[in-house]
């Protein structure tokens, strides 16, 4: 698989007990700098004041994923890491497919799935719809008779498949 540059994932955390003291304790976490999970909880503990309980009070992405307050530091690193092994051009199409399907909650079952499910980046249903059928059944495209056009029921087409706002096209099933 084709790496390339890291997704910037940057995220901020409170020592709760602090912050609700009326105190504020934490700072930023650039996931990038880490080279591991453990470092990665080092820091945390670092910025934290090795406190018990902390939150998870902002994020940055640049892969357009987010976190809620109470994401779990394994889930944040499972995110990090699996964008990073994402090639750069599949990054934003992860994150609409996570969108779709319930956001973090749902990682582990997004990671396993997203392989199978994306089909790319497309200007509408109907094309991806068109080019799939030009594909599958190439001798019936390639006999079109000239001045006919081949046409798709994009209906029956969205029982199968559906397209984020962002053109990226996955299989339902």
């Known amino acids: 698989m084709l790496k390339t540059a890291t997704p910037n994932i940057s995220v901020h955390f409170w020592n709760l007990s602090e912050y609700v003291s009326g105190r504020h304790v934490g700072d930023w976490i650039d996931l990038d700098s880490c080279e591991d999970f453990d470092e990665f909880r080092s820091k945390v503990g670092e910025v934290t ?12 992405s640049d892969c357009g994923i987010s976190f809620g307050e109470l994401t779990s530091l394994e889930t944040v690193w499972e995110a990090h890491e699996f964008l990073t092994d994402l090639p750069e051009y599949e990054r934003d199409a992860f994150s609409d497919y996570l969108a779709n399907v319930g956001g973090v909650e749902y990682l582990s079952a997004a990671i ?6 994306y089909r790319g980046q497309w200007k509408s249903l109907e094309d991806f719809a068109i080019d799939f059928g030009a594909e ?24 199968d498949f559906w397209i984020s706002d962002n053109g990226h096209v996955f299989w339902r099933h």
Not at 49 to 60: H, K, M, P, T, V
Not at 136 to 159: A, C, H, I, L, R
């Open 49 to 60: 004041r090795n406190a018990e309980e902390f939150i998870l009070s902002d994020y940055e």
């Open 112 to 117: 396993s799935e997203f392989p199978d499910r």
């Open 136 to 159: 599958v059944y190439s001798e019936f495209f390639k006999n079109v008779p000239p001045g006919f056009t081949v046409e798709v029921d994009v209906v029956s087409f969205e029982q």
